[in-house]
């Protein structure tokens, strides 16, 4: 599907600038006449919350991922929180997860009472690194096969799954995961927050794991301003998440207030509030159509970047052979002796070119340090990483010349 043409000289569909050079973001969300009539005509149509629109949404994006169903939601994070409730997972419980993530990752596991455990990064790709995955598994963990439970040597928690992020856009190596998963009885959830429209060796990102959770945050692949949409594998888990994302209330309660609808309800569990409304509803189900041409549009900048950047002192991106990368960030590693990435990004500000951190080490914010014990140099890589590590502008409006400026300001500064 086409997209509007981008203005070359400014990036921001044409808007006079007061300035020459005008603040180029690190991300900015696109909306074209297709997303604006579409929240108007929910505004005249007198259903604004989850309705129509919400059921099509989750259609359409189940159709894209390959899966039967999909349950819109307002979050990413309420996703992995229903992902866990859903699964049966909360006190007494620990998940694993990678601690170069967004805090949502882990402060979930908090949420329905289970302990954070964090293991490891790959520093090239920033996944879960399958290697430290099965060495945690083996020397932190005991296994009791008679009762197919896996238990924390210290603490004892029963840790049930491993949530699996996919850094920037880039599939997890989900064969690895999966296999040391199902011989430790855990249940694999995919944080795919980046990687709406990622595939792993020929299957999308979303039909990898036991549940999937995809964020349409505004600096996401795709953005329903706030949403997130959660898919499974199972059926019933799928139902389970539906019933808890609208107070625990019993099927199809979103109907009651409609024609067909029924005022009896009952609430089968103490749920949440985190339905998706139709007014998000209606940016999604035209952000998805023009899923596939974002994407056409980040590998090109992607490809110029790695092109145009190479000879610097830079780590680039490292994708795999077997994967299609979403290229939701584009970071880079600073390998210099001389400027170091927090001089890089004062050098970028000064010449009017935002830039981002992802992410701080999860394991050293202060909660995880005081609820979990977590210190410095527990995770090297993960926090080498960090230390110099930038994502750069990098999104589907940006113009050839706001690349040709990201890459000129890189040159003066580390060249
Ligand atoms: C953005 C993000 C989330 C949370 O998404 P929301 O839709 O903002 O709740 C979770 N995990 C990762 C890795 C993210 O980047």
Redesign the pocket.
Known sequence: MAIAKVDERSGTNGKPQAEDKPFLPFSAPWFGPEEKAEVLAVLDSDWITTGPRTRQFEKDFAAYIGADEALAL???????QLALASLGIGAGDAVITAPL?????ANVMFHVGARPVFVDIRPDTCNLDPAAFRDFLTSRCDWNASTGELRLREGGQRVRAVIA???GGQPCQMDEIDALARAHGLYVIE?A??AAGAVYKGRKVGTLGDVA?????P??TMSTG???MLAARDPEVLRRARMLSLHGMSRDAWKRFGKDGSWRYDIEDAGLKCNMTDLAAALGLHQLRKLTAFTRRRVEIAARYQRELAGLPLQLPVILPEVETAW?LYAVQVLSSRVTRDDLIESLKERNIGSSV??LPLHLMFVYRERCGYKPGDFPHTEAVSGRILSLPFFPRMSDTDVTRVITALKEVLG
């Open positions: 307002n979050s990413c994070t309420a996703a992995l993530t967004f805090a949502a990752t992020v996919h850094y944080d927050a980046h959770c995809f964020s349409f945050y600096t996401k706030e949403g997130g939701h992802h992410y």
